[in-house]
């Protein structure tokens, strides 16, 4: 069964660094997200993606984040000046719709 | 804007034992409701979902739930759990038209044998 992707699965970083996180979608998906989870709180949503535009974002998903389709199948969550509150496990999810959601097994970062 | 309560956060149950948790959500609008389950080391998989029509909808494993509008309420079920069943479970919702899932807090069952 096709499942989402997602590298690295632990990300250690210093605070001000930028980070990637990737993640390879299911082959014929077309909606796209992230999610993040603090330690010990609950999943927030990020940002959904589709037709190579972001379709909506929370308050979380300031100017500090920005998601792109750089090769038309990998879809990444770039992190531009890392603070010690980014450190959460990052979950990607795609979907064919814009209602059923698959998510990925996360990237764990964690900013020193 | 939406919020999602799971008032039990931590169940233990002997295997064979009957499961219910609770589920309700705070929206004005129409919602697509979702419980997704998360195996110890694993991501997060779709257990059921209802979107409209029958209220009581099934799912994966022989879990199912019930959606009560007038109670904003939707819980999960299992007439008889598994040591297999261990894990935490996520009730979410979307407004209808939107993206975001919103997530509850979760809920940790843990099956003893």
């Known amino acids: 069964e096709p499942e989402v992707t997602q590298t690295p699965s632990h990300q250690v970083t210093q605070m001000g660094q930028e980070v990637i996180l990737r993640c390879v979608p299911i082959s014929n998906h077309l909606y796209f997200y992230w999610y993040r989870q603090i330690l010990g709180q609950k999943v927030e949503f990020l940002v959904s993606f589709y037709n190579n535009e972001i379709s909506e974002k929370s308050e979380i998903f300031d100017d500090q984040f920005s998601v792109e389709r750089p090769d038309g199948s990998n879809f990444t969550l770039k992190i531009r000046s890392t603070k010690l509150e980014d450190s959460a496990m990052y979950f990607c999810?795609?979907?064919?719709?814009?209602?059923?959601?698959?998510f990925g097994p996360g990237t764990r970062l964690t900013v020193l | 804007a939406q919020s999602v309560s799971q008032h039990n956060h931590h169940v233990i149950l002997s295997e064979a034992a009957s499961l219910e948790l609770g589920c309700n959500y705070s929206y004005g609008g129409t919602v697509n409701l979702f419980w997704y389950v998360q195996y110890p080391g694993q991501h997060l998989q779709l257990l059921l979902k209802?979107?409209?029509?029958?209220?009581l909808v099934k799912g994966i494993k022989g879990f199912e739930a019930e959606f009560i509008k007038s109670k904003f309420s939707f819980n999960l079920r299992k007439p008889s759990v598994q040591w297999s069943d261990t894990a935490e479970y996520f009730c979410a919702v979307i407004p209808t038209g939107r993206r975001a899932l919103t997530f509850g807090s979760g809920t940790r069952l843990q099956v003893q044998p």
């Open positions: 209802y979107f409209s029509g029958d209220p």
């Open positions: 999810a795609t979907g064919t719709s814009g209602e059923e959601q698959f």
